[in-house]
């Protein structure tokens, strides 16, 4: 028995550490991506509240789409994972031929939806005129920068498939370095450059257009495009990925090889999509119940998204962990791996949990200084921290079962705990109450029905890792799609 103990111990030290080299700069990646968007708001926020709804309608639109495309190019890294594992790594550079494909049909197509789909959808959303203009030129000049949002998300895909996930969080630092400045001169113009550095700048310069919203937009591509492009160079460049020979033999379109991606990806995308299709149909709802409620959730949600970003980060990496130690041919090992990182983002969930309780107060004091929002949204804090937990547990269970590509219960579980227990439950919740037990919840009911579907996922992700895992291990059934 202490033999066993001190394997365990050792396993899990050491799958910790190579847990968290991955997981640290993906977090970090995926903070500085944030970063554009809260400098989107801010910058568009002090220029007027038009350029800020604007923004913040059109971010609305963009924003699941790019995730949409971001979750199916995903699919990647397992597969790259596992065959970097087995020692097969000729066969990578095919994969992600296609996979660039795949970001190039998907970024084209956002771009069509982003020009020609927007106006209806304002119009059914009942957006005001002015908004509606404003978003639609924001979102017209986004569109242009999708299809290099998608070749980043693949080549990221690949690079974390290769175990190198710091080029993605130095390239999304330099995206945030090209947002902030070009944000600043294409929505503020000459005026704001003036009244930044004073009047002796060149009278071109002073003369520039303030273009407010759309600025904002064409800024957002240009960022977009100056990530992708790094990251072309980079991986065509770097030592990390010479054995693959990335850009070398072009290979042309390969349906069955597309069609295998699709089939690991395309449910992940969904998944993600779902996901935030929750949160937004959440927010819609919430709208009705006056403003100091859809203050303080969007306080609260905006704080407690923040410090998910490191169970999101850990999913990831535990997807690249597991298929490594899959393609190695070690299914036992993997097993182990898998549910050592479970622990360690329980633990990560304590951890976030402890920060909410002493820190919330203070925070929320940073979002705003009315003193009703600050109770609401303290009070939906609180409920946070029970959900910490269950969504830290069904994150990484998740990205345990995309490491054995096995993605499409993922889309199941997470269709029916997030839209049929969580959000049908939450607006029951919160509109109706208990019959007889407990009066209309407002916002409160929507929180709950958070806790009840993102614990009922975890809870099946639970079970669906321990027998895809059990048989993998046994040699019941062999790596989920090993033919790829």
């Known amino acids: 028995m202490p033999t066993v103990l001190t394997r365990l111990l050792h396993t899990g030290r050491r799958e910790t550490r190579l847990l968290l080299a991955l997981a640290l700069p993906i977090c970090g990646a995926q903070l500085a991506q944030a970063g554009m968007s809260v400098a989107d708001v801010m910058m568009t926020g002090r220029l007027s509240a038009t350029d800020l709804a604007a923004v913040s309608v059109g971010s609305s639109l963009w924003l ?3 995730l949409f495309m971001t979750g199916t190019l995903m699919g990647l890294t397992p597969i790259v994972a596992q065959l970097l594992g087995g ?4 066969e990578i550079r095919p994969h992600v031929h296609q996979a660039l494909w795949v970001a190039l049909a998907l970024g084209i197509a956002a771009a069509l939806l982003l020009w020609f789909a927007v106006t209806p959808i304002f119009a059914l959303m009942d957006v005001p005129e002015t908004v509606a203009d404003r978003s639609a030129a924001y979102l017209s000049a986004v569109a242009f920068g999708m299809p290099g949002a998608a070749l980043f998300q693949a080549l990221r895909a690949f690079s974390d498939g ?3 996930t710091r080029p993605s969080l ?19 113009g000459g005026e704001g450059l003036t009244g930044l550095f004073g009047d002796w700048l060149p009278a071109g310069f002073q003369a520039l257009p303030a273009l407010g919203a759309f600025g904002c937009g064409i800024a957002t591509a240009l960022s977009l495009w100056a990530m992708c492009l790094a990251m072309a160079l980079y991986t065509r460049r770097a030592r990390a990925y010479r054995e693959v020979s990335l850009w070398h033999s072009p290979a042309p379109p390969r349906w069955r090889v597309i069609g295998a991606l699709l089939h690991v990806g395309l449910p992940i995308g969904v998944a993600i999509f779902v996901e935030v299709t929750l949160f937004t149909l959440i927010a819609l709802f919430v709208a009705s119940l006056g403003e100091v409620t859809v203050a303080a959730h969007q306080v609260a949600l905006n704080y407690t998204s923040i410090l998910f970003m490191l169970p999101l ?3 990831m990496a535990l997807t690249v962990r597991v298929g490594n130690t899959l393609g190695q041919g070690r299914p036992a090992y993997a097993r182990q791996v898998a549910w050592n990182g479970i622990a360690v983002s329980v633990l990560v969930a304590l951890l976030n949990g402890a920060l909410l309780w002493f820190t919330a107060e203070p925070v929320i004091g940073l979002y705003t200084h009315d003193a009703a929002v600050q109770r609401l949204a303290l009070s939906l804090v609180l409920l946070a921290m029970v959900y910490q937990v269950s969504d830290s547990l069904q994150v990484n269970l998740a990205g345990a079962l995309r490491g054995y590509k096995d993605t499409r219960i993922i889309m199941l579980i997470t269709l029916a705990s997030y839209w049929l227990v969580g959000l049908a439950g939450g607006h029951w919740l919160g509109t109706r109450g208990l019959p007889g037990l407990v009066d209309p919840m407002g916002v409160h009911g929507y929180w709950v029905g958070l806790i009840a579907g993102l614990t009922a996922a975890a809870l099946l992700l639970g079970v669906r890792l321990r027998r895809i895992g059990k048989a993998v291990a046994d040699g019941e059934r062999g790596a989920i799609h090993d033919h790829l």
């Open 162 to 164: 290769m175990n190198h």
């Open 170 to 188: 130095w390239i999304s630092l330099i995206g945030l370095a090209v947002n902030i400045p070009s944000n600043y001169v294409l929505i503020h």
């Open 87 to 90: 020692r097969r790594t000729r």
């Open 313 to 315: 980060s850990l999913g």
């Open 64 to 66: 699941p789409l790019m």
